[in-house]
């Protein structure tokens, strides 16, 4: 069985697109369906149904596809065991969710590049519900998100770490001195959140809802910073995770509120799609973007 096939494989059951595959690979669309064929009659089994110009996965191809991902990726390591970060080349797609971006990113770009010199990087920073379509899309190679844990068979985490989510305001706030807030207590104030997809603020909008609690913000951005930012001009509240309010909390510039019966995390996480071959170097990144962000877990 040869490792080409499999990397072939790979390919269309990602495009789910012979011509697709066959212009990625910079193979003729009929050596790509030749290298199904034999990967085919070598399993004896056929992986792909083709009705009219639809392709989908046989269930002997999704039974493949994990086994089939850990060969090449397998591969891939051998043919790089004797290469450096300074060797390695090419170019990674990476996305990352602004309140990350802002909070390590120009730090964990710089330490990159000081240790795969010849990567090219091609960063995106956008929503978390954006990032993980382009995945799915094949459009980038590796994102790092703060989500709900994610589960199932469409994804490989990397790594994952839980990250607190809290609402804050400024310390001239009535709210700002009282060891205890009712969810209700904060039910009809100016709230500032995060744009409707992302999941803290789902996260927070549900809890509230359970408790039929109206929580309609004045103002939604993709900016947690922004978020932030306001609060400390304003007597507003917004719902941010904890690492981007950090130091203005410690500085005395914001404070966290303590709201009854609210304990909201998310996962800060390194994710590829499960067909995505975790090449070094993406392993490289999601290695670095771990060590970086572990102190903003809590």
Do not use: C
Request: glycine share 4%; charged share 25%.
């Amino acid at each position: 069985m040869e490792i080409r096939n499999l990397k072939t494989f790979l390919k269309v059951a990602t495009l789910k697109n012979f011509t697709s595959a066959a212009k990625e690979l910079g193979y003729s669309q009929a050596n790509v369906s030749a290298q199904i064929k034999q990967l085919e009659e070598e399993l004896e089994a056929p992986l792909f149904n083709r009705i009219g110009r639809r392709v989908t996965l046989t269930q002997y191809a999704e039974e493949l596809l994990p086994y089939a991902l850990n060969i090449v990726s397998t591969a891939v390591e051998m043919e790089n065991l004797l290469h450096s970060g300074e060797a390695l080349g090419g170019t990674v797609r990476v996305g990352m969710v602004e309140s990350l971006f802002h909070a390590i990113g120009e730090d964990l770009i710089l330490e990159y590049h000081r240790r795969f010199p010849k990567v090219t990087m091609d960063i995106v920073v956008d929503a978390t519900s954006v990032l993980k379509e382009r995945l799915r899309q094949d459009t980038l190679d590796l994102a790092f998100l703060i989500d709900d844990p994610l589960t199932g068979s469409e994804w490989q985490i990397f790594y994952a770490a839980p990250a607190k989510v809290v609402a804050v305001v400024n310390p001239d706030h009535p709210f700002a001195h009282k060891k205890k807030i009712r969810p209700e207590d904060i039910s009809g104030h100016e709230l500032v959140m995060m744009e409707p997809s992302a999941p803290y603020s789902v996260g927070f909008m549900n809890s509230m809802a359970k408790k039929h609690l109206d929580t309609k913000p004045f103002l939604t951005l993709q900016s947690a910073d922004i978020a932030a930012d306001m609060v400390q001009r304003e007597n507003l509240i917004a719902v941010i995770p904890y690492y981007t309010a950090a130091s203005a909390i410690e500085a005395g510039r914001l404070v966290a509120l303590d709201i009854v019966d609210f304990d909201l995390t998310q996962d800060i996480q390194a994710v590829l799609h499960r067909d995505k071959v975790p090449v070094p170097q993406l392993r490289g990144f999601a290695d670095l973007f771990r060590e970086m962000t572990e102190p903003l877990s809590r």
